[in-house]
């Protein structure tokens, strides 16, 4: 992504008190940056349990169409607990990389997936009561078998999960923006610099999410899954990476290049995955509109292209690539050599990184599954 933010360090010296910021806030210099290299330091601790405790409760679809909300909003789970974390979990718990996320954004160190209760592992306040009960009904309450309807829903999920993420990181706006208080001048214009970007990005994710998302309910509402293409694939054995939300491919599993995105111009082609377990069976689905859709079918079909014996470890490395809500086996993770982790982990730190150089990876040699059945409507 290109910068959209450019200042003459030269010029900063001559600002004065009731002059404008330079860093683009809007306030006047004597309130915003004077004096804040003199500030009190901001721990990392700190900016990610400020990320943490500002989760707000709020119903994706307080505006949709879908009937008016009622309830409480609840901790609603992306990925299944009882069905799905349940048969990957040791005593309760699995590793969790989305927790790791929020630190990747404001530290630099060394990390390791932690681990989480599956009682509050991959929830996220985003439904009211009502919503989450009738809408995710059909797959909560029925056997997944690939309905159109179920596939939809599974997705939507993901989206849900994107929309309230990216929501909830543009509320902290000014919190990441003050994480440059006791820093000197230069790692100053350096933080504003990469908040700016991080935050132009979020803003148009949003917009782009808020787009499908409307789409998504209307599909729904209407029963309509004419705009939707899917690529799906189950395996005997639960897959030891699950997760849900949505990814914007840059390269395909081929390593080709599929869609540019700094082109700020250009809307982004999305993917909605699911991992997750369906009747201790291994299920995996990605789901994308046809309308316009050239990446993500691209990258669908790389997927395809597999052998059966290939496509669970493609998958795997997708996740951590391009994912940032995964839960992981403990039992898995603990067996992997310590270089597989390695690469895990940074391909996970490319991704989740505000460097948006998004680098191509390869398909690591991770899990012994063979897909048995796959299903696709393109
Ligand atoms: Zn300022
Ligand atoms: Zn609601």
């Known amino acids: 992504m290109k910068t959209l933010f450019n200042i003459d360090i030269s010029k ?23 004096d804040r290299e003199r500030q009190t330091e901001k721990s990392n601790f700190h900016a990610a349990s400020n990320f943490e405790n500002s989760k707000r409760k709020l119903c994706a679809m307080s505006d949709s169409y879908l009937n008016e909300c009622a309830g409480k909003i609840i901790k609603a789970h992306t990925v299944s607990k009882s ?3 349940k048969t990957i979990a040791r005593n309760s718990h699995i590793y969790s990389m989305s927790k790791i996320a929020n630190e990747i954004l404001t530290n630099d160190g060394q990390f390791v997936p932690k681990l989480v209760g599956i009682n509050v592992a991959s929830t996220f306040t985003g439904f009211c009561q009502k919503h989450d009960r009738d809408l995710f009904s059909p797959i909560e309450n ?4 690939w309905e159109m309807e179920q596939v939809l829903l599974v997705a939507y999920r993901g989206l849900a999960y994107e929309w309230y993420a990216k929501s909830m990181l543009l509320e902290q706006e000014e919190y990441f923006k003050s994480l440059d208080a006791g820093k000197p001048l230069y790692t100053q214009i350096e933080i504003q610099k990469m908040m700016s970007d991080l935050f132009i990005g979020t803003k148009i994710a949003l917009e782009e999410i808020n787009q499908i998302k409307s789409k998504f309910e209307i599909y729904l509402k209407e029963k309509d899954f004419s705009q939707i293409n899917y690529v799906g694939f189950e395996f005997k054995e639960p897959l030891p990476v699950m997760g849900s939300g949505g990814f914007t491919p840059v390269y ?37 509109i046809n309308e316009v859709s050239t990446a993500a079918k691209q990258f669908a079909e790389s997927l395809t292209e597999l ?28 067996k992997l050599p310590k270089e597989v982790q390695k690469y895990l982990i940074n391909i996970f730190k490319d991704s989740v990184s505000i460097d948006t150089n998004i680098r191509n990876y390869k398909i690591a040699d991770v899990v012994d599954a063979t897909a048995s059945l796959r299903l696709s409507n393109l």
């Open 12 to 34: 900063i010296s001559k600002i004065k008190r009731n002059d404008p910021c330079w860093c683009g806030s809007g306030k006047k210099y004597k309130k915003c940056h004077l």
């Open 83 to 85: 069905s799905s974390l």
């Open 142 to 145: 029925k056997r997944f078998s």
């Open 252 to 288: 395909d599993l081929t390593g080709k290049k599929i869609q540019d995105l700094s082109n700020l111009n250009v809307a982004a082609e999305t993917i909605f995955y699911s991992s997750f377990a369906s009747e201790n069976k291994g299920v995996f689905c990605m789901v994308w």
């Open 307 to 334: 052998n059966d014996t290939e496509i669970a470890n493609a998958i795997i490395s997708t996740l951590f690539a391009n994912c940032e809500n995964i839960y992981l086996s403990p039992d898995w993770w603990d």
